[in-house]
């Protein structure tokens, strides 16, 4: 076993080294069930998702705050509730070959998740003003949506308010909190929330932040990375799992 690995729970290291960002990275429609089963296909047994809510409550995966990169959709996302939202299409931006795909509510990700037993890493990715709502609504339906034969889905967030209401929500789910920059308290922060593990942009990685997250008894998870070299490197300074678009598993 990698020194790396000895603090994690048993249940973190069961988890594969490579986890496919969106879904399959740039090789499918973001965020849809069809990229998850490309991912599946290339592979992968590990994948990064981001939820958000419909303007109805339904839990569903898209990236942006707004319709129009990802989807045949117009506008502000927060206008939408879930029957508006499953009659768009948000596979055609990616190639003809994806035309018709809809959107992927949590649940049609959580049934294919229990089918295969995959490791399914939930990025809260809150509407403005949504945060604390997201946290404790997609904490819910993880727990009503998911087998306890399938491995617990990881909740992470750059939004604190929205780990901190999935914490209080679904405790037992493992947390993690998501870092683009080094600000200040991030650590404290990360075990206010409980969490099992921090996932920092891979810019920030160097061999003391790394033994810092270690200190605390964390995983580090990193992100977003696509070129075999820097994966070669954050391997060697001993990083956990790595997000990427373009390599692996
Ligand atoms: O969860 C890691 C990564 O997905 C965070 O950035 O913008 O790609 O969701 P973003
Ligand atoms: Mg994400």
């Given at each position: 076993?990698?020194?790396s690995?000895?603090?994690?729970s048993?249940?973190?290291?069961t988890?594969?080294?490579w986890?496919?960002h969106?879904?399959?990275?740039?090789?499918?429609?973001e965020?849809?069930?069809?990229?998850?089963?490309?991912?599946w296909?290339l592979?992968y047994?590990?994948?990064?998702c981001?939820?958000?809510?419909?303007?109805?409550?339904e839990?569903?995966?898209l990236?942006?705050?707004?319709?129009e990169?990802?989807t045949s959709g117009?506008g502000?996302?927060?206008?939408?509730?879930?029957?508006?939202?499953?009659?768009?299409?948000?596979?055609a931006?990616?190639?003809?070959?994806?035309?018709?795909?809809?959107?992927?509510?949590l649940?049609?990700?959580?049934?294919?998740?229990?089918?295969?037993g995959l490791?399914?890493?939930l990025?809260?990715?809150?509407?403005?003003g949504q945060a604390?709502?997201?946290?404790?609504?997609?904490?819910?339906?993880?727990?009503?949506?998911?087998?306890t034969?399938?491995?617990?889905?990881w909740?992470?967030?750059?939004?604190?308010?929205?780990l901190?209401?999935?914490?209080a929500t679904?405790?037992?789910?493992?947390?993690a909190?998501?870092l683009d920059?080094?600000t200040p308290g991030?650590?404290?922060?990360a075990?206010?929330?409980?969490?099992?593990?921090?996932v920092l942009?891979?810019?920030?990685?160097?061999a003391?932040?790394?033994?810092?997250?270690?200190?605390h008894?964390?995983a580090?998870w990193?992100y977003t990375?696509n070129?075999?070299p820097?994966a070669?490197?954050?391997w060697?300074l001993?990083v956990d799992?790595?997000?990427?678009?373009?390599l692996?598993?």
């Amino acid at each position: 076993m990698p020194s790396s690995e000895r603090l994690l729970s048993p249940a973190a290291v069961t988890w594969p080294r490579w986890i496919a960002h969106r879904g399959a990275g740039r090789r499918a429609p973001e965020n849809t069930l069809a990229a998850f089963r490309h991912g599946w296909q290339l592979g992968y047994r590990a994948f990064e998702c981001d939820v958000k809510l419909a303007a109805d409550g339904e839990p569903y995966l898209l990236h942006d705050d707004t319709l129009e990169r990802t989807t045949s959709g117009q506008g502000p996302a927060a206008a939408a509730d879930w029957a508006t939202l499953s009659r768009l299409d948000a596979g055609a931006w990616c190639g003809p070959g994806w035309a018709g795909e809809p959107p992927a509510r949590l649940a049609a990700l959580a049934a294919f998740a229990n089918a295969e037993g995959l490791h399914i890493n939930l990025e809260l990715k809150p509407l403005p003003g949504q945060a604390e709502l997201t946290g404790l609504t997609v904490a819910g339906a993880v727990r009503q949506l998911w087998n306890t034969g399938t491995p617990a889905p990881w909740l992470s967030s750059f939004q604190f308010p929205a780990l901190a209401a999935a914490a209080a929500t679904a405790p037992e789910l493992p947390r993690a909190l998501l870092l683009d920059a080094l600000t200040p308290g991030w650590m404290a922060q990360a075990q206010a929330l409980g969490c099992q593990g921090v996932v920092l942009n891979h810019r920030l990685i160097d061999a003391d932040t790394l033994r810092s997250v270690r200190a605390h008894g964390l995983a580090c998870w990193v992100y977003t990375v696509n070129e075999a070299p820097r994966a070669d490197t954050l391997w060697a300074l001993g990083v956990d799992r790595i997000i990427t678009d373009t390599l692996g598993p």
